[in-house]
Protein backbone atom coordinates (compact mmCIF):
# COMPACT_ATOMS: atom_id res chain seq x y z
CA UNK A 1 0.00 0.00 0.00
CA UNK A 2 1.44 3.53 -0.69
CA UNK A 3 0.54 6.74 0.78
CA UNK A 4 -0.46 9.68 -1.20
CA UNK A 5 2.01 12.73 -1.63
CA UNK A 6 0.59 15.25 1.04
CA UNK A 7 1.07 17.76 -1.92
CA UNK A 8 -2.38 19.96 -0.49
CA UNK A 9 -0.92 20.57 3.07
CA UNK A 10 -0.72 23.99 3.72
CA UNK A 11 3.50 24.33 4.51
CA UNK A 12 2.79 25.85 8.35
CA UNK A 13 1.14 22.46 8.95
CA UNK A 14 4.20 20.25 7.85
CA UNK A 15 5.99 20.31 11.62
CA UNK A 16 2.02 19.81 12.82
CA UNK A 17 1.40 16.65 14.43
CA UNK A 18 -2.26 17.29 15.64
CA UNK A 19 -4.44 13.96 16.07
CA UNK A 20 -1.31 11.55 16.51
CA UNK A 21 0.00 9.80 19.89
CA UNK A 22 4.41 9.69 19.41
CA UNK A 23 5.77 6.99 21.88
CA UNK A 24 9.32 8.35 23.24
CA UNK A 25 11.40 5.58 24.62
CA UNK A 26 13.92 6.71 26.67
CA UNK A 27 11.39 9.32 27.37
CA UNK A 28 12.87 11.02 30.40
CA UNK A 29 16.29 11.59 29.16
CA UNK A 30 18.04 14.72 27.69
CA UNK A 31 16.95 13.90 24.44
CA UNK A 32 13.29 12.52 24.87
CA UNK A 33 12.30 14.92 27.48
CA UNK A 34 13.21 17.81 24.93
CA UNK A 35 11.91 16.79 21.80
CA UNK A 36 9.00 15.40 23.53
CA UNK A 37 8.13 18.80 24.82
CA UNK A 38 8.52 19.87 21.10
CA UNK A 39 6.18 17.18 20.08
CA UNK A 40 3.76 18.26 22.39
CA UNK A 41 3.96 21.60 21.97
CA UNK A 42 3.28 20.36 18.46
CA UNK A 43 -0.15 19.32 18.53
CA UNK A 44 0.97 15.49 19.26
CA UNK A 45 0.17 13.62 22.76
CA UNK A 46 3.10 11.86 23.83
CA UNK A 47 3.76 8.27 25.81
CA UNK A 48 6.80 8.62 27.47
CA UNK A 49 8.64 5.05 28.64
CA UNK A 50 11.93 4.63 30.96
CA UNK A 51 13.18 3.06 33.26
CA UNK A 52 13.92 6.03 35.39
CA UNK A 53 10.48 8.23 36.80
CA UNK A 54 11.26 11.72 37.47
CA UNK A 55 8.57 13.65 39.29
CA UNK A 56 9.95 17.26 38.80
CA UNK A 57 10.24 16.50 35.18
CA UNK A 58 7.38 14.88 34.54
CA UNK A 59 5.63 17.95 36.04
CA UNK A 60 7.07 20.62 33.93
CA UNK A 61 6.50 17.40 31.04
CA UNK A 62 2.27 17.80 32.26
CA UNK A 63 3.02 21.88 31.96
CA UNK A 64 3.56 21.63 28.53
CA UNK A 65 0.88 19.30 27.41
CA UNK A 66 -1.63 21.32 29.37
CA UNK A 67 -0.65 24.66 28.02
CA UNK A 68 -1.12 23.29 24.62
CA UNK A 69 -4.09 21.40 24.98
CA UNK A 70 -2.24 18.13 24.44
CA UNK A 71 -1.76 14.72 26.74
CA UNK A 72 1.42 12.75 27.94
CA UNK A 73 1.41 10.01 29.48
CA UNK A 74 3.94 7.73 31.04
CA UNK A 75 4.50 3.87 31.82
CA UNK A 76 7.75 2.27 33.51
CA UNK A 77 9.08 0.19 31.14
CA UNK A 78 12.64 -1.77 30.39
CA UNK A 79 13.33 -1.95 26.99
CA UNK A 80 15.72 -5.13 26.84
CA UNK A 81 12.85 -6.92 28.24
CA UNK A 82 10.63 -8.34 25.69
CA UNK A 83 7.95 -9.47 28.11
CA UNK A 84 7.14 -6.01 29.27
CA UNK A 85 5.98 -4.38 26.54
CA UNK A 86 2.60 -6.43 25.84
CA UNK A 87 1.03 -5.28 29.16
CA UNK A 88 2.23 -1.99 29.07
CA UNK A 89 1.04 -1.29 25.24
CA UNK A 90 -2.36 -2.66 26.22
CA UNK A 91 -2.72 0.11 28.97
CA UNK A 92 -1.96 2.39 26.29
CA UNK A 93 -4.23 1.36 23.80
CA UNK A 94 -6.99 1.79 26.37
CA UNK A 95 -5.08 5.24 27.09
CA UNK A 96 -4.64 6.98 23.82
CA UNK A 97 -7.17 9.30 22.26
CA UNK A 98 -5.12 9.62 18.67
CA UNK A 99 -3.75 6.09 17.12
CA UNK A 100 -0.35 6.13 17.56
CA UNK A 101 1.70 7.56 14.05
CA UNK A 102 5.46 7.62 15.59
CA UNK A 103 8.41 6.85 17.96
CA UNK A 104 11.24 8.48 18.91
CA UNK A 105 13.74 5.49 20.08
CA UNK A 106 16.15 7.27 22.71
CA UNK A 107 16.88 4.97 25.18
CA UNK A 108 21.00 5.14 24.90
CA UNK A 109 23.60 3.98 27.31
CA UNK A 110 27.48 4.69 26.95
CA UNK A 111 30.67 2.94 28.06
CA UNK A 112 34.63 4.05 28.23
CA UNK A 113 36.91 0.63 28.48
CA UNK A 114 39.76 -0.09 26.48
CA UNK A 115 39.08 -2.83 24.16
CA UNK A 116 41.26 -5.12 25.64
CA UNK A 117 39.87 -5.27 29.03
CA UNK A 118 36.09 -5.10 27.84
CA UNK A 119 34.17 -6.71 30.37
CA UNK A 120 32.05 -9.15 28.21
CA UNK A 121 28.91 -8.58 30.23
CA UNK A 122 29.19 -4.63 30.18
CA UNK A 123 29.92 -4.73 26.05
CA UNK A 124 26.47 -7.70 25.87
CA UNK A 125 25.12 -5.04 27.99
CA UNK A 126 25.67 -1.71 25.95
CA UNK A 127 24.46 -3.61 22.61
CA UNK A 128 21.33 -4.94 24.55
CA UNK A 129 20.62 -1.36 25.13
CA UNK A 130 20.85 0.13 22.63
CA UNK A 131 20.48 -1.43 19.87
CA UNK A 132 18.12 -5.04 20.75
CA UNK A 133 16.42 -1.87 23.42
CA UNK A 134 15.66 0.10 20.43
CA UNK A 135 14.37 -3.45 18.20
CA UNK A 136 12.17 -4.16 20.64
CA UNK A 137 10.61 -0.20 21.10
CA UNK A 138 10.01 0.06 16.92
CA UNK A 139 8.51 -3.81 16.97
CA UNK A 140 5.92 -2.92 19.58
CA UNK A 141 4.84 0.28 18.07
CA UNK A 142 5.32 -1.50 14.80
CA UNK A 143 2.75 -4.14 15.72
CA UNK A 144 0.13 -1.79 16.39
CA UNK A 145 0.43 0.46 13.71
CA UNK A 146 0.10 -2.94 11.44
CA UNK A 147 -2.92 -3.67 14.00
CA UNK A 148 -5.22 -0.49 13.60
CA UNK A 149 -3.51 0.38 9.79
CA UNK A 150 -1.92 3.37 10.40
CA UNK A 151 0.84 5.11 8.44
CA UNK A 152 3.69 6.40 10.79
CA UNK A 153 7.51 7.48 10.66
CA UNK A 154 9.61 6.34 13.45
CA UNK A 155 13.12 8.40 14.36
CA UNK A 156 15.72 6.28 15.73
CA UNK A 157 18.32 8.20 17.59
CA UNK A 158 21.87 6.87 16.35
CA UNK A 159 25.50 8.91 16.63
CA UNK A 160 27.59 9.98 14.56
CA UNK A 161 29.73 7.64 17.05
CA UNK A 162 27.98 5.01 14.41
CA UNK A 163 29.37 6.72 11.82
CA UNK A 164 33.16 7.06 12.88
CA UNK A 165 35.21 6.32 15.95
CA UNK A 166 34.87 8.77 18.75
CA UNK A 167 38.13 10.83 19.64
CA UNK A 168 40.12 10.60 22.74
CA UNK A 169 37.92 8.03 24.44
CA UNK A 170 37.50 3.87 23.54
CA UNK A 171 33.69 3.42 23.41
CA UNK A 172 34.13 0.14 20.77
CA UNK A 173 30.86 -1.07 21.97
CA UNK A 174 28.89 2.20 22.37
CA UNK A 175 30.28 2.72 18.47
CA UNK A 176 29.34 -0.48 17.35
CA UNK A 177 26.02 -0.66 18.78
CA UNK A 178 25.00 3.20 17.01
CA UNK A 179 26.33 1.78 13.70
CA UNK A 180 23.93 -1.11 14.37
CA UNK A 181 20.81 1.44 14.94
CA UNK A 182 21.78 3.13 11.49
CA UNK A 183 21.40 -0.28 9.65
CA UNK A 184 18.09 -1.60 11.74
CA UNK A 185 16.63 1.99 10.59
CA UNK A 186 17.40 0.55 6.98
CA UNK A 187 16.28 -2.60 7.20
CA UNK A 188 13.06 -1.42 8.65
CA UNK A 189 12.45 0.95 6.36
CA UNK A 190 12.80 -1.27 3.60
CA UNK A 191 10.49 -3.90 5.37
CA UNK A 192 7.84 -1.34 6.13
CA UNK A 193 7.60 0.76 3.11
CA UNK A 194 6.14 -1.69 0.85
CA UNK A 195 4.69 -5.23 0.39
CA UNK A 196 7.32 -4.62 -3.08
CA UNK A 197 10.16 -5.19 -1.10
CA UNK A 198 9.94 -8.14 0.55
CA UNK A 199 9.96 -11.41 -2.36
CA UNK A 200 6.93 -13.88 -1.59
CA UNK A 201 8.81 -16.83 -2.71
CA UNK A 202 11.38 -16.86 -0.19
CA UNK A 203 11.54 -18.56 2.39
CA UNK A 204 9.84 -20.74 0.47
CA UNK A 205 6.03 -21.32 2.01
CA UNK A 206 5.46 -18.55 3.58
CA UNK A 207 1.60 -17.54 4.08
CA UNK A 208 0.46 -14.07 2.38
CA UNK A 209 1.87 -11.59 3.73
CA UNK A 210 -0.79 -8.68 5.07
CA UNK A 211 -0.74 -5.16 3.20
CA UNK A 212 0.13 -2.32 5.57
CA UNK A 213 0.58 1.73 5.32
CA UNK A 214 3.93 2.41 5.27
CA UNK A 215 5.86 3.15 7.69
CA UNK A 216 9.14 5.57 7.64
CA UNK A 217 11.74 4.75 9.54
CA UNK A 218 14.76 7.16 9.40
CA UNK A 219 17.84 7.43 12.41
CA UNK A 220 19.72 10.86 13.83
CA UNK A 221 23.05 10.88 14.25
CA UNK A 222 23.56 13.73 17.09
CA UNK A 223 27.18 14.79 17.33
CA UNK A 224 28.38 15.58 21.06
CA UNK A 225 25.49 16.84 23.33
CA UNK A 226 26.18 18.83 26.53
CA UNK A 227 23.97 16.45 28.98
CA UNK A 228 24.26 13.33 31.60
CA UNK A 229 25.76 11.53 28.93
CA UNK A 230 29.07 13.34 28.59
CA UNK A 231 28.97 14.54 32.47
CA UNK A 232 32.81 13.09 32.60
CA UNK A 233 33.42 15.03 29.59
CA UNK A 234 33.16 18.31 30.66
CA UNK A 235 33.99 17.62 34.33
CA UNK A 236 37.31 16.19 32.62
CA UNK A 237 37.71 18.82 30.06
CA UNK A 238 37.49 16.49 27.49
CA UNK A 239 34.52 18.44 26.20
CA UNK A 240 37.09 21.25 25.11
CA UNK A 241 38.93 18.67 22.53
CA UNK A 242 35.51 17.64 21.23
CA UNK A 243 34.74 21.04 20.48
CA UNK A 244 37.99 21.52 18.41
CA UNK A 245 36.99 18.90 16.17
CA UNK A 246 34.10 19.70 14.89
CA UNK A 247 33.39 22.87 12.41
CA UNK A 248 31.46 25.25 14.92
CA UNK A 249 34.10 25.25 17.21
CA UNK A 250 31.50 23.91 20.26
CA UNK A 251 29.45 20.95 21.37
CA UNK A 252 25.43 21.05 20.56
CA UNK A 253 22.65 21.74 23.28
CA UNK A 254 20.18 19.04 23.10
CA UNK A 255 17.73 21.62 22.07
CA UNK A 256 19.65 21.31 18.52
CA UNK A 257 17.56 18.38 17.98
CA UNK A 258 13.84 19.36 18.47
CA UNK A 259 13.34 20.73 15.06
CA UNK A 260 14.96 17.73 13.06
CA UNK A 261 12.56 15.22 15.22
CA UNK A 262 9.52 17.50 14.53
CA UNK A 263 10.82 17.63 10.57
CA UNK A 264 11.00 13.24 10.58
CA UNK A 265 8.00 12.58 12.58
CA UNK A 266 5.72 14.75 10.36
CA UNK A 267 4.29 15.28 7.01
CA UNK A 268 7.36 17.70 5.52
CA UNK A 269 9.69 14.51 5.45
CA UNK A 270 7.08 12.09 3.49
CA UNK A 271 9.66 10.87 1.09
CA UNK A 272 12.31 10.23 3.00
CA UNK A 273 12.73 7.00 4.57
CA UNK A 274 16.00 4.68 5.30
CA UNK A 275 17.83 7.61 5.65
CA UNK A 276 19.91 9.26 8.02
CA UNK A 277 20.38 12.99 9.25
CA UNK A 278 23.86 13.68 10.65
CA UNK A 279 23.38 16.62 12.88
CA UNK A 280 27.55 17.14 14.19
CA UNK A 281 28.81 20.73 13.41
CA UNK A 282 30.24 19.15 10.90
CA UNK A 283 32.91 16.46 12.86
CA UNK A 284 32.27 13.77 10.90
CA UNK A 285 32.94 15.79 7.00
CA UNK A 286 36.00 17.04 8.10
N1 LIG B 1 24.45 12.93 24.95
C1 LIG B 1 25.19 12.83 23.87
O1 LIG B 1 26.27 13.45 23.73
C2 LIG B 1 24.72 12.00 22.72
C3 LIG B 1 25.39 12.09 21.50
C4 LIG B 1 24.96 11.31 20.43
C5 LIG B 1 23.90 10.43 20.59
N2 LIG B 1 23.27 10.37 21.79
C6 LIG B 1 22.17 9.41 21.91
O2 LIG B 1 20.97 10.10 22.20
C7 LIG B 1 20.12 9.25 22.96
C8 LIG B 1 19.63 9.99 24.21
O3 LIG B 1 20.78 10.37 24.95
P1 LIG B 1 20.67 11.35 26.21
O4 LIG B 1 21.86 12.21 26.17
O5 LIG B 1 19.31 11.94 26.25
O6 LIG B 1 20.88 10.30 27.38
P2 LIG B 1 20.07 10.17 28.76
O7 LIG B 1 20.89 9.26 29.61
O8 LIG B 1 19.73 11.52 29.28
O9 LIG B 1 18.72 9.44 28.28
C9 LIG B 1 18.62 8.08 28.05
C10 LIG B 1 17.35 7.58 28.73
O10 LIG B 1 17.23 6.18 28.46
C11 LIG B 1 16.73 5.57 29.64
N3 LIG B 1 17.09 4.15 29.63
C12 LIG B 1 18.33 3.61 29.72
N4 LIG B 1 18.24 2.26 29.70
C13 LIG B 1 16.93 1.96 29.58
C14 LIG B 1 16.20 0.74 29.50
N5 LIG B 1 16.81 -0.45 29.56
N6 LIG B 1 14.85 0.80 29.38
C15 LIG B 1 14.21 2.00 29.32
N7 LIG B 1 14.85 3.18 29.41
C16 LIG B 1 16.19 3.16 29.54
C17 LIG B 1 17.39 6.32 30.79
O11 LIG B 1 16.65 6.16 32.01
C18 LIG B 1 17.38 7.75 30.26
O12 LIG B 1 16.21 8.45 30.69
C19 LIG B 1 20.92 7.98 23.27
O13 LIG B 1 20.58 6.97 22.38
C20 LIG B 1 22.35 8.43 23.06
O14 LIG B 1 23.19 7.36 22.71
C21 LIG B 1 23.63 11.13 22.85
Known amino acids: MTQPAPIDLPTKDLFRLDGRTIVI ?38 ATAAANGTKAWYHRLDVTQADAFPPVFDTIRDQIRHPLRGLVACTGISGVCDATSYPIHAFRKVLDVNIAGTFLAAQAVGKELHRVNVAGSFVLIASMS ?14 ASKSAVHQLGRSLAAEWGHLQNTFTYYPA ?10 IR ?10 TALTKEA ?5 VNDWAKQNMLGRISQVEE ?10 DGSSYMTGADLRIDGGHCAW
Open 25 to 62: SGGLGAVGSTVGKAILESGGDVVFIDLAHQPELWSKIE
Open 162 to 175: GWNSNKGINTAAYN
Open 205 to 214: GQPNREVHPP
Open 217 to 226: VNTISPGHIE
Open 234 to 238: QETGL
Open 257 to 266: YRVAVLFLLG
